[in-house]
């Protein structure tokens, strides 16, 4: 139940954060789109990246392989930007899942990361 309420506390918006740019978030998505196919251990879904949230959160579903460091990897080494950027844009939280594991980054704090076993 803390989970839950910690994960929708990170994804919402404060008064200090920047709204959301719309061409960021649709170029970041189609980046991880492929990012995540290459990385995916598993059975990647079809459409496997979707912005929730109010666009506040990029959720990224995966065949097998989120960890607690596959967000934070996505978008530095296989996107090519980062965490600062995401916030920048006002991408407030990065998640990856997959059957067992749903673990979501931070953008404000890079050290705040949340995984916990994956809702069936």
């Known amino acids: 139940m803390m989970a839950i309420q910690y994960t929708?506390?990170?994804?919402?918006?404060?008064?200090?954060d920047p709204i959301v740019d719309k061409a960021y978030l649709e170029d970041i998505v189609k980046k991880l789109e492929v990012a995540v196919r290459t990385a995916d251990k598993?059975?990647?879904?079809?459409?496997?990246?979707?912005?929730a949230k109010g666009n506040r959160k990029i959720e990224v579903n995966m065949g097998r392989g989120c960890t607690e460091r596959v967000p934070s990897?996505?978008?530095a080494?296989?996107?090519?930007?980062?965490?600062?950027?995401?916030?920048?844009?006002g991408i407030l939280v990065i998640s990856c899942r997959d059957n067992k594991w749903?673990?979501?980054?931070?953008?404000?704090?890079?050290?705040?990361?949340?995984?916990?076993?994956?809702?069936?």
């Open 8 to 16: 929708l506390a990170m994804v919402s918006p404060q008064s200090t």
């Open 42 to 51: 598993g059975k990647t879904p079809a459409n496997p990246v979707q912005p």
């Open 73 to 75: 990897n996505l978008i």
């Open 77 to 89: 080494q296989r996107a090519n930007s980062s965490l600062k950027a995401a916030y920048e844009a």
């Open 102 to 120: 749903e673990c979501h980054q931070s953008t404000r704090d890079p050290e705040d990361v949340l995984c916990h076993a994956a809702p069936r």
